[in-house]
Protein backbone atom coordinates (compact mmCIF):
# COMPACT_ATOMS: atom_id res chain seq x y z
CA UNK A 1 0.00 0.00 0.00
CA UNK A 2 2.85 2.67 1.04
CA UNK A 3 5.75 1.33 -1.89
CA UNK A 4 2.56 1.82 -4.78
CA UNK A 5 -0.22 3.32 -3.64
CA UNK A 6 0.75 6.44 -1.30
CA UNK A 7 -1.13 8.83 -2.81
CA UNK A 8 -4.00 7.26 -1.99
CA UNK A 9 -3.01 6.69 1.78
CA UNK A 10 -2.79 10.46 1.94
CA UNK A 11 -6.72 11.09 0.36
CA UNK A 12 -7.48 8.41 3.34
CA UNK A 13 -5.68 10.90 5.96
CA UNK A 14 -7.22 13.59 4.64
CA UNK A 15 -10.73 12.21 4.82
CA UNK A 16 -10.32 11.81 8.30
CA UNK A 17 -8.69 14.88 9.00
CA UNK A 18 -11.71 16.67 7.57
CA UNK A 19 -14.30 14.53 9.48
CA UNK A 20 -12.48 15.89 12.62
CA UNK A 21 -9.35 14.30 13.40
CA UNK A 22 -6.42 15.70 15.46
CA UNK A 23 -4.56 12.84 15.13
CA UNK A 24 -3.47 11.00 12.47
CA UNK A 25 -1.20 7.87 12.42
CA UNK A 26 1.18 6.78 9.82
CA UNK A 27 0.81 3.54 8.20
CA UNK A 28 3.75 1.84 9.81
CA UNK A 29 2.01 -1.06 12.06
CA UNK A 30 3.50 -3.74 10.32
CA UNK A 31 6.82 -2.18 9.03
CA UNK A 32 9.57 -3.26 11.27
CA UNK A 33 11.70 -5.04 9.86
CA UNK A 34 10.95 -8.24 11.82
CA UNK A 35 7.87 -8.04 9.06
CA UNK A 36 8.56 -6.82 6.18
CA UNK A 37 11.93 -8.97 5.46
CA UNK A 38 9.50 -12.62 6.01
CA UNK A 39 7.69 -10.38 3.33
CA UNK A 40 10.35 -9.86 1.05
CA UNK A 41 10.78 -6.14 1.50
CA UNK A 42 14.03 -6.51 4.16
CA UNK A 43 15.85 -4.22 1.87
CA UNK A 44 12.89 -1.63 1.88
CA UNK A 45 12.81 -0.71 5.68
CA UNK A 46 13.70 2.46 5.88
CA UNK A 47 11.89 3.39 2.58
CA UNK A 48 8.66 1.65 3.56
CA UNK A 49 8.27 3.66 7.24
CA UNK A 50 9.36 7.18 5.35
CA UNK A 51 7.04 7.15 2.80
CA UNK A 52 4.36 6.04 4.80
CA UNK A 53 5.08 9.26 7.10
CA UNK A 54 5.81 11.25 4.50
CA UNK A 55 1.94 10.56 3.37
CA UNK A 56 0.50 11.03 6.69
CA UNK A 57 2.47 14.60 6.56
CA UNK A 58 1.18 15.80 3.20
CA UNK A 59 -2.01 15.37 4.26
CA UNK A 60 -1.92 17.40 7.21
CA UNK A 61 0.34 19.63 5.75
CA UNK A 62 -1.92 20.53 2.27
CA UNK A 63 -5.74 20.21 4.05
CA UNK A 64 -7.30 23.48 5.08
CA UNK A 65 -8.53 23.28 8.80
CA UNK A 66 -7.74 25.83 11.84
CA UNK A 67 -7.22 22.72 13.76
CA UNK A 68 -3.57 21.68 14.95
CA UNK A 69 -2.94 17.81 13.78
CA UNK A 70 -0.20 15.81 14.91
CA UNK A 71 1.30 12.90 12.90
CA UNK A 72 2.17 9.66 14.99
CA UNK A 73 4.10 6.75 14.34
CA UNK A 74 2.98 3.35 14.60
CA UNK A 75 4.78 1.49 15.94
CA UNK A 76 3.63 -2.25 17.01
CA UNK A 77 5.41 -5.41 18.76
CA UNK A 78 4.03 -7.50 16.02
CA UNK A 79 5.90 -10.49 14.47
CA UNK A 80 5.43 -12.87 12.01
CA UNK A 81 2.32 -15.19 12.30
CA UNK A 82 1.58 -18.76 11.13
CA UNK A 83 0.70 -19.00 7.50
CA UNK A 84 -3.29 -18.38 6.87
CA UNK A 85 -3.60 -17.39 10.78
CA UNK A 86 -3.40 -13.91 12.19
CA UNK A 87 -2.30 -16.17 15.48
CA UNK A 88 1.77 -15.91 16.25
CA UNK A 89 3.95 -18.65 14.88
CA UNK A 90 5.94 -19.73 17.96
CA UNK A 91 8.65 -21.05 15.98
CA UNK A 92 9.49 -18.25 13.60
CA UNK A 93 9.38 -15.27 16.86
CA UNK A 94 12.99 -14.15 16.70
CA UNK A 95 15.01 -13.21 19.21
CA UNK A 96 14.89 -10.65 22.28
CA UNK A 97 17.88 -8.88 20.64
CA UNK A 98 16.57 -9.14 17.31
CA UNK A 99 13.23 -7.71 18.05
CA UNK A 100 15.39 -4.89 20.14
CA UNK A 101 17.50 -4.11 17.37
CA UNK A 102 14.43 -4.06 15.02
CA UNK A 103 11.79 -1.53 17.22
CA UNK A 104 15.02 0.72 18.00
CA UNK A 105 15.49 0.89 13.95
CA UNK A 106 11.71 1.52 13.18
CA UNK A 107 11.20 4.10 15.76
CA UNK A 108 14.73 6.03 14.62
CA UNK A 109 13.49 5.86 11.46
CA UNK A 110 9.80 7.56 12.57
CA UNK A 111 11.54 10.01 14.26
CA UNK A 112 13.98 11.08 11.56
CA UNK A 113 10.90 11.17 9.19
CA UNK A 114 9.00 13.92 11.71
CA UNK A 115 6.66 12.33 13.57
CA UNK A 116 5.24 14.35 16.32
CA UNK A 117 4.95 11.35 18.40
CA UNK A 118 5.60 7.46 18.48
CA UNK A 119 2.45 5.45 19.23
CA UNK A 120 2.74 2.07 20.73
CA UNK A 121 -0.02 0.08 19.22
CA UNK A 122 -1.54 -3.32 20.60
CA UNK A 123 0.90 -4.02 23.23
CA UNK A 124 -0.13 -7.10 24.82
CA UNK A 125 2.78 -9.30 25.28
CA UNK A 126 4.85 -8.26 28.59
CA UNK A 127 8.73 -8.59 27.27
CA UNK A 128 8.14 -7.11 23.56
CA UNK A 129 5.87 -4.34 24.72
CA UNK A 130 8.51 -3.44 27.12
CA UNK A 131 11.12 -4.01 24.23
CA UNK A 132 9.13 -1.28 22.17
CA UNK A 133 8.34 1.31 24.90
CA UNK A 134 12.43 1.66 25.32
CA UNK A 135 13.10 1.78 21.75
CA UNK A 136 10.33 4.68 21.42
CA UNK A 137 11.51 6.21 24.84
CA UNK A 138 14.51 6.32 22.96
CA UNK A 139 14.06 8.59 20.41
CA UNK A 140 12.85 11.64 22.57
CA UNK A 141 9.61 12.09 21.32
CA UNK A 142 6.47 11.82 23.36
CA UNK A 143 4.85 8.45 23.56
CA UNK A 144 1.91 7.28 23.53
CA UNK A 145 1.09 3.95 24.95
CA UNK A 146 -1.96 1.72 23.76
CA UNK A 147 -2.48 -1.50 25.25
CA UNK A 148 -5.01 -4.46 24.09
CA UNK A 149 -7.36 -6.41 26.09
CA UNK A 150 -9.83 -9.49 25.49
CA UNK A 151 -11.95 -10.87 27.74
CA UNK A 152 -11.17 -14.28 28.53
CA UNK A 153 -13.58 -17.57 29.13
CA UNK A 154 -13.98 -16.60 32.62
CA UNK A 155 -15.04 -13.10 32.51
CA UNK A 156 -12.06 -11.26 33.17
CA UNK A 157 -10.67 -8.87 31.05
CA UNK A 158 -7.06 -9.83 30.16
CA UNK A 159 -4.38 -8.86 27.94
CA UNK A 160 -5.31 -9.79 24.69
CA UNK A 161 -2.49 -12.19 24.30
CA UNK A 162 -3.40 -14.99 21.87
CA UNK A 163 -1.62 -18.26 23.96
CA UNK A 164 -1.86 -17.29 27.55
CA UNK A 165 -4.72 -15.15 29.69
CA UNK A 166 -2.11 -12.81 31.20
CA UNK A 167 -3.59 -9.77 33.70
CA UNK A 168 -3.82 -6.85 31.88
CA UNK A 169 -1.99 -5.34 35.00
CA UNK A 170 1.16 -7.04 33.42
CA UNK A 171 1.03 -4.54 30.47
CA UNK A 172 -0.40 -1.83 32.54
CA UNK A 173 2.39 -1.89 35.22
CA UNK A 174 5.33 -1.25 32.33
CA UNK A 175 3.65 2.16 32.47
CA UNK A 176 4.27 3.52 35.70
CA UNK A 177 8.31 4.34 35.97
CA UNK A 178 8.53 4.88 32.45
CA UNK A 179 7.67 8.98 31.30
CA UNK A 180 5.08 7.93 28.92
CA UNK A 181 2.97 11.06 28.16
CA UNK A 182 -0.77 9.45 27.20
CA UNK A 183 -1.86 5.66 27.90
CA UNK A 184 -5.03 3.66 27.36
CA UNK A 185 -6.47 1.03 25.64
CA UNK A 186 -6.64 0.30 21.79
CA UNK A 187 -7.55 -2.52 19.79
CA UNK A 188 -10.02 -3.54 22.24
CA UNK A 189 -13.86 -3.88 22.14
CA UNK A 190 -16.21 -1.09 23.37
CA UNK A 191 -18.15 -3.58 25.64
CA UNK A 192 -14.36 -3.93 27.75
CA UNK A 193 -12.73 -0.45 27.31
CA UNK A 194 -14.36 0.99 30.86
CA UNK A 195 -12.73 -2.26 32.27
CA UNK A 196 -9.58 -2.37 30.86
CA UNK A 197 -9.13 1.24 31.25
CA UNK A 198 -9.57 1.00 34.91
CA UNK A 199 -6.35 -1.04 34.89
CA UNK A 200 -4.75 1.52 33.59
CA UNK A 201 -5.46 4.16 35.57
CA UNK A 202 -4.33 1.80 38.67
CA UNK A 203 -1.07 2.60 37.28
CA UNK A 204 -0.99 5.78 35.11
CA UNK A 205 -2.18 9.12 36.30
CA UNK A 206 -1.67 10.97 33.45
CA UNK A 207 -4.18 11.90 29.71
CA UNK A 208 -6.18 8.58 29.00
CA UNK A 209 -6.92 7.71 25.29
CA UNK A 210 -9.91 4.61 23.84
CA UNK A 211 -9.11 3.66 20.37
CA UNK A 212 -11.41 1.12 20.36
CA UNK A 213 -11.83 -1.71 17.40
CA UNK A 214 -14.90 -3.34 15.83
CA UNK A 215 -15.25 -6.69 13.46
CA UNK A 216 -12.11 -9.29 13.56
CA UNK A 217 -9.23 -9.97 11.51
CA UNK A 218 -8.72 -13.17 9.28
CA UNK A 219 -6.15 -13.59 7.17
CA UNK A 220 -5.36 -11.60 4.83
CA UNK A 221 -7.98 -9.04 5.87
CA UNK A 222 -10.19 -7.50 8.03
CA UNK A 223 -13.83 -8.71 8.68
CA UNK A 224 -16.39 -6.04 9.22
CA UNK A 225 -18.81 -7.92 10.64
CA UNK A 226 -21.31 -6.73 12.96
CA UNK A 227 -19.08 -3.15 12.96
CA UNK A 228 -20.57 -1.25 15.93
CA UNK A 229 -22.76 2.09 14.67
CA UNK A 230 -21.41 5.40 15.06
CA UNK A 231 -24.72 6.18 17.06
CA UNK A 232 -24.19 3.32 19.56
CA UNK A 233 -20.19 4.04 19.65
CA UNK A 234 -20.82 7.83 19.82
CA UNK A 235 -22.95 6.84 23.68
CA UNK A 236 -19.51 4.62 24.43
CA UNK A 237 -17.41 8.18 23.28
CA UNK A 238 -19.31 10.15 25.55
CA UNK A 239 -19.48 8.02 28.84
CA UNK A 240 -16.13 7.34 28.04
CA UNK A 241 -15.58 11.20 28.29
CA UNK A 242 -17.31 11.53 31.05
CA UNK A 243 -15.29 9.56 33.05
CA UNK A 244 -12.29 11.25 32.38
CA UNK A 245 -11.03 10.07 29.19
CA UNK A 246 -9.08 12.66 27.22
CA UNK A 247 -8.16 11.34 23.53
CA UNK A 248 -10.78 9.33 21.44
CA UNK A 249 -10.46 7.56 18.56
CA UNK A 250 -10.65 4.26 16.36
CA UNK A 251 -9.12 1.32 15.02
CA UNK A 252 -9.45 -1.69 13.04
CA UNK A 253 -13.17 -1.60 11.73
CA UNK A 254 -14.02 1.61 11.97
CA UNK A 255 -14.38 4.07 9.43
CA UNK A 256 -14.77 8.10 8.96
CA UNK A 257 -18.11 7.92 10.44
CA UNK A 258 -17.25 7.00 13.59
CA UNK A 259 -14.82 9.69 13.63
CA UNK A 260 -17.50 12.14 13.13
CA UNK A 261 -19.79 10.50 15.77
CA UNK A 262 -16.35 11.07 18.05
CA UNK A 263 -16.45 14.62 17.22
CA UNK A 264 -19.96 14.99 18.61
CA UNK A 265 -19.65 13.60 21.51
CA UNK A 266 -16.42 15.53 22.29
CA UNK A 267 -18.47 18.64 21.62
CA UNK A 268 -21.53 17.26 23.37
CA UNK A 269 -19.30 16.95 26.77
CA UNK A 270 -17.51 19.96 26.51
CA UNK A 271 -21.40 21.90 26.10
CA UNK A 272 -22.28 20.41 29.02
CA UNK A 273 -18.89 20.95 30.85
CA UNK A 274 -19.57 24.79 30.03
CA UNK A 275 -23.15 25.28 31.25
Given at each position: ATLH???L??E?H??????GSE???????AT????L????????????N???V???LRA?DT?????T???A???S????VA???????????????Q?A????EQ??I?AA???DH??LE?M??????????DAA??TG???WF????????D???????????L????????I????????G????GSE??A????????H?????MA??D????????W??????????LER????WL??????????C?????????????????A????R
Open positions: HDGLTIVDYIEAVITANTFSRLMTPAGYGDRVEDVRRAEAARTATSRVAVGSLHMVPEGTATVDPTRIPSNSIDAFDARLAGVIMMYHPVRAKLALLALPVGMSARRAAGRVVSFHSFADPSDDIAKLLPAGVDVACMHTIMEALAGVRRFTGPLYPSGYFEMPDRFVEVISPERYYRDASGVRLIGGCGLGVEHIRAAVRARDAVDTRS
